[in-house]
């Protein structure tokens, strides 16, 4: 016999619903009669295929960032623009070219 005690996840319990009171049965059965399983209700294929559509065709829009998100990737794209050029270009051109690129990003990021 081993000596090792079963953890609760290693036990697998299954719980059976229990009815509803306002629930009524669908056919009387007789006393000696054993119960059948419970019937779990399927969704209908065009309920699947209606809830699959409106998750495909509405994508999520994706939240816009804060002024300081924003500033903070701006500072990173115009610091790779920099570090590319060996530090010899304007840092502001970088600095604007930076912004248009965010800016391009993240309108397609809530489109």
């Known amino acids: 016999m081993s000596s090792k005690r079963k953890t609760p996840a290693r036990t697998k319990t299954t719980k059976v619903p229990t ?34 559509r409106a998750r495909v065709e509405a994508p999520k829009a994706a939240p816009r960032p804060s002024r300081e998100e924003r500033h903070r990737l701006i500072a ?7 570090e590319r050029a060996g530090f010899r270009n304007n840092p502001v051109d970088d600095w604007l070219n930076a912004e248009r690129e965010v800016d391009a990003r993240l309108e397609r990021l809530a489109s």
């Open 19 to 52: 009815p509803v009171a306002s629930e009524k049965p669908s056919a009387v059965q007789p006393k000696g009669a054993p119960s059948a399983p419970a019937a779990v209700e399927m969704p209908s294929a065009s309920a699947e295929l209606a809830a699959e």
């Open 76 to 82: 990173k794209v115009a610091y790779g623009y920099a």
